[in-house]
């Protein structure tokens, strides 16, 4: 299996930062969901700033190191508290790493990033906007797998999973985010059938394996991604 993912994420265009910041979050399940909401934030927006695909990358980091805020399946999707904490903590981390980062000086930068993250459940404002769509879609794109694992393990019945797939696909603003969402939303709906076929242990260790995502046999350079 591993042969189908080998290199499908490589991307000339992440930065040194970029790629210390992927190394950080080795073996996280949802580290190929932040690779493709990157991407999909490029997609939709070409001058993204440098801060909104840093954010891309990150937004969701908490989440790989223990404390954080916990959800359980009686609380809804749209939850305040819970995505607020979330998105608190994620920034929190987040903002902690650039500053333990010594190539990283530009306050701006920072503030700009932490910014981003506190949003990106939300929206508001343009980057911001972009930033909760490409989330959104690669939800429905990267971690479909996710929701079909809940519905084999009965942590969420199929009209909960459901209710999380269309939630990810109406809270996006940006217009052709959502164009690009619909068959991305009947797939990953369609694939809620086929829990039988999820191994959720595999595609976690699949997800969280930047190596194999990436395609690199060594470890990234400073310069860039080594193939």
Same mark, same amino acid.
């Given at each position: 299996m ?9 991307? !000339?265009s992440l930065? !040194?930062?970029e ?9 996280f ?9 990157r ?5 939709l927006?070409a ?22 805020? $916990? $959800?359980?399946p ?11 904490a979330? $998105?608190?903590r $994620?920034?929190?981390?987040?903002e /902690?790493?650039?500053?333990s980062?010594a ?6 930068f ?20 972009v ?11 990267a971690l ?6 809940w ?6 019945s199929?009209?909960?999973?459901v209710e ?11 217009p052709?985010a959502?164009?690009a969402?619909?068959?991305l939303?009947?797939h990953a709906?369609?694939?809620l059938?086929t ?14 394996d930047f190596r ?6 060594? /470890? !990234? ?5 080594t193939?």
């Amino acid at each position: 299996m591993d042969a189908e993912w080998f290199g499908r994420y490589a991307d !000339p265009s992440l930065t !040194p930062l970029e790629l210390h910041a992927i190394q950080w979050l080795e073996g996280f399940y949802e580290l190929e969901h932040l690779l493709v909401t990157r991407r999909w934030a490029r997609c939709l927006r070409a001058d993204a700033s440098p801060a909104l695909l840093f954010a891309a990358l990150v937004h969701d980091a908490e989440r790989h190191f223990p404390g954080g805020p $916990s $959800s359980t399946p009686s609380v809804p999707f749209d939850d305040p508290d819970y995505l607020f904490a979330h $998105s608190l903590r $994620s920034a929190d981390v987040v903002e /902690e790493f650039l500053r333990s980062e010594a190539r990283v000086s530009d306050e701006a930068f920072i503030r700009q990033v932490r910014a981003l993250v506190l949003r990106h459940e939300i929206g508001g404002g343009t980057e911001a906007d972009v930033l909760q769509a490409a989330d959104s879609l690669s939800f429905l794109e990267a971690l479909s797998w996710l929701a079909a694992e809940w519905v084999r393990s009965g942590r969420y019945s199929k009209e909960r999973s459901v209710e999380k797939l269309r939630w990810s696909l109406e809270r996006i603003r940006v217009p052709e985010a959502l164009v690009a969402g619909l068959p991305l939303y009947d797939h990953a709906v369609r694939e809620l059938d086929t829990t039988s076929a999820v191994d959720g242990a595999e595609r976690r260790r699949i997800a969280g394996d930047f190596r194999l995502l990436l395609g690199l046999t060594g /470890e !990234p350079s400073e310069c860039g991604v080594t193939p």
